[in-house]
């Protein structure tokens, strides 16, 4: 065994699936895999968060609670790992300290480990509740770096920002690429430079959008990073993770050999061979996205946002703006002091820059997440915006400087009123907090009388803006 062997989290239960299948994979498609992943040897198995939990009630018919607790009996041996968007939850605004600190504690108790929290503006304020309230409950408290490249995102900013979360109580840094926009000689001295700062293990997340997180991977692995994360073979490469055979099969012998074995993760990839297969046989799964995008790097907009672009001009009839689309892009972001692209920011740059192309008047019609953008009620943004389309988008509004949640009241007893008799559970109730409409109709057909049941319609491909909505790999959703 290596001294200093690389540790690997695999996120063929989630992200991997989530970036390439629109979270489509069903409980039924992992259980059978489960002895040999629970098996194997992974720091963690990354198997819930992100749209999964949307995912399950909305598309699939199943309880996330209920996935999470079979997931956990079914692999006892195993780290299990979530993503959390800090003070969002799963959710798309901000919730109430209550709510954050009840969500963190089911999720530990109903079987989760490492709970990994980012904050799309890298707003630590928006991590705080989060993250004492994971180790409050004993959970690993994983504190994640939302990577981009901006005039103000440089590896000092980076630095900081992980001295800051290491001080807030993180018990790992996580380096997370959402856009596949760390280059393999960048990514080697970020996380030289992370490790000679923080004391704590730095854990790599990227995608292979670009065609270089296999580079990344070595040189990272090269400059000692800790673990990284990868997906078997069935579901990795392009918007999803590098392939964990590869990897594996590429450090044996080394210094940073991860200890796994080939035939065993060739044993399990053969299972989820099969079920990617039907996810393409069902056209959930769209082979566009094995495909290398380097328009990313050109751009820095994510290969999932590069495609709710489309679709949304697609439905405009104008296909033609495309390029003029791309190129408002980075002027709207810079004009909102440089969001990092990811949930919920990636959306609200994009479809501002559509509004501004295709109502041919730059901010002429104005998003109302845009204005709550531009109000603070994200949180802090990077850089200072422009005060000229500030002034355009939210007129004399008072700017946020505060914490937003500060600005909330406890919300999770009218969270349970609502709910009413719907809800059987405290997991219940906190569905219902973060997806009220999805929940209330999920919960009352659960709770209904069994009827006979009818032969099980195969799943149908979304929407592309629905599909759009829900792929996490490259800034869409996580």
Request: hydrophobic share 40%; aromatic share 6%.
């Amino acid at each position: 065994m290596a001294k200093n062997p690389l540790k690997i989290t695999d996120t063929i239960l989630r992200d991997a699936h989530q970036s390439q299948a629109a979270t489509r994979m069903r409980l039924a498609d992992m259980l059978p895999a489960c002895e040999l992943l629970d098996k194997m040897g992974y720091w963690s198995l990354e198997c819930w968060g992100g749209a999964t939990f949307d995912a399950c009630m909305r598309f699939l018919n199943e309880d996330p609670w209920e996935r999470l607790r079979t997931l956990r009996r079914a692999m006892p041996n195993t780290q299990l790992q979530m993503l959390l968007r800090g003070q969002n939850i799963l959710g798309y605004k901000h919730y109430a300290d209550d709510v954050v600190e009840a969500f963190c504690k089911k999720s530990i108790e109903n079987g989760i480990n490492v709970v990994r929290i980012f904050d799309a503006l890298n707003d630590t304020r928006n991590m705080e509740t989060a993250m004492k309230s994971v180790k409050k409950y004993g959970g690993v408290c994983e504190a994640a770096i939302s990577y981009t490249i901006s005039p103000v995102h440089n590896e000092d900013y980076f630095v900081q920002l992980a001295v800051r979360l290491a001080e807030m109580g993180a018990d790992v840094i996580c380096i997370k690429d959402m856009a596949n926009l760390l280059l393999p000689y960048d990514a080697y001295s970020l996380v030289k430079k992370l490790k000679a700062s923080v004391d704590l293990p730095i854990h790599l997340h990227t995608h292979n959008t670009t065609g270089t997180g296999d580079m990344t991977y070595l040189m990272a692995a090269q400059a000692g990073v800790d673990i990284v994360d990868t997906a078997l073979s069935p579901l990795a490469g392009g918007t999803s993770q590098p392939a964990t055979e590869s990897l594996v099969a590429t450090l044996n012998g080394t210094d940073r050999e991860t200890g796994l074995d080939l035939s065993a993760l060739s044993k399990a990839a053969a299972h989820f061979r099969g079920v990617a297969d039907r996810l393409k046989a069902d056209g959930i799964l769209d082979p566009k996205v094995l495909n290398v995008d380097t328009k990313t790097l050109l751009y820095q907009v994510p290969g999932g946002m590069l495609s709710n672009l489309l679709s949304q001009l697609k439905q405009a009839n104008a296909e033609d703006k495309y390029y003029d689309v791309l190129a408002e892009v980075p002027r709207v972001r810079e004009d909102f002091g440089y969001p990092p692209l990811v949930t919920p920011t990636s959306q609200i740059v994009g479809s501002q820059a559509v509004l501004n192309v295709l109502s041919g008047e730059r901010y002429k019609m104005v998003t109302k997440e845009s204005k709550g953008l531009l109000r603070g009620e994200y949180g802090r943004l990077p850089a200072p915006v422009n005060e000229d389309v500030r002034k355009k988008a939210i007129g004399d509004d008072a700017v946020i400087t505060c914490r937003p949640a500060d600005l909330l009241k406890p919300e999770l007893e009218t969270y349970r009123a609502e709910a009413g008799d719907l809800a059987k559970s405290e997991e219940d109730v906190l569905s219902y907090a973060l997806f009220p409409q999805v929940a209330a109709k999920f919960l009352a057909a659960r709770n209904a009388p069994a009827a006979p049941e009818a032969p099980a319609a195969p799943a149908k491909p979304a929407a592309d803006g629905v599909r759009a909505l829900y792929v996490d790999a490259t800034g869409i959703v996580f």
